[in-house]
């Protein structure tokens, strides 16, 4: 599924900037974000084996923590713990996710619509 492999590999770039993010942040936010990055990466495991009518709902939670996910990056890089560089890596990334998710979701939402069959 190419929007897991896309989380993972902005995981994997997360996890790596984590390393070196200052020991304030890195024990509060860093932890933070590090688990909003499993739960995407859990929700979008789910959704990808569950019938069609039963994804809905796990997409729409890794919608809403790749929002928080957008905040909490951003806080990092105002707060000068994560540079401009990586902060556009990572926001890239995720932007790229977001819209992959946001995809998806419209699609999830015609096909499990009532009115699917009164065209």
Do not use: C
């Amino acid at each position: 599924m190419p929007l897991l492999q896309k989380t993972k590999t902005a995981y994997l770039v997360w996890y790596e900037y984590y390393q070196i993010i200052p020991k304030t942040h890195r024990h509060s936010l860093g932890v933070r974000i590090d688990t909003i990055f499993v739960e995407i990466i859990e929700s979008l495991a789910t959704a990808a084996f569950l019938v069609r009518e039963e994804k809905l709902p796990y997409v729409r939670l890794a919608i809403r923590k790749v929002d928080t996910l957008k905040v909490f990056l951003m806080i990092l890089w105002e707060t000068k713990s994560l540079d401009d560089n990586k902060y556009i890596v990572l926001s890239i990334k995720i932007g790229e996710i977001g819209k992959m998710l946001g995809g998806w979701l419209g699609q999830l939402q015609k096909q499990n619509s009532p009115n699917k069959g009164e065209k």
